[in-house]
């Protein structure tokens, strides 16, 4: 995606804050706001904002899981299996 064609400044953003919402909506594709010539802030839609915060938090449980793993701190599969099996059958 190209964001050339989504930078507005502020003013626009002040001017026309319902047509920004509602494309926001319907492209689902974020603004860069300028001030002063500046890239200040994005505005995104809340349901792209959810789904890339899900997928920042998939993302961080994946580089925790290899840092594990690069760490020595993991178990064989059939290890685990025998004692959560164990643990079941004791709360029985």
């Given at each position: 995606?190209?964001?050339?064609?989504?930078?507005?400044?502020?003013?626009?953003?002040?001017?026309?804050?319902?047509?920004?919402?509602?494309?926001?909506?319907?492209?689902?594709?974020?603004?860069?706001?300028?001030?002063?010539?500046?890239?200040?802030?994005?505005?995104?839609?809340?349901?792209?904002?959810?789904?890339?915060?899900?997928?920042?938090?998939?993302l961080k449980l994946l580089a925790?899981?290899?840092?594990?793993?690069?760490?020595?701190?993991?178990?064989?599969?059939?290890?685990?299996?025998?004692?959560?099996?164990?643990?079941?059958?004791?709360k029985d």
């Amino acid at each position: 995606m190209r964001y050339s064609s989504r930078v507005k400044p502020i003013s626009y953003l002040k001017a026309n804050a319902a047509e920004v919402l509602a494309d926001l909506a319907e492209q689902r594709e974020p603004f860069v706001i300028t001030q002063n010539g500046e890239a200040k802030a994005v505005l995104q839609d809340v349901a792209s904002f959810e789904e890339n915060q899900e997928t920042l938090a998939l993302l961080k449980l994946l580089a925790l899981g290899n840092k594990d793993i690069e760490a020595g701190r993991t178990r064989p599969l059939r290890e685990v299996v025998e004692r959560l099996k164990r643990k079941s059958a004791a709360k029985d």
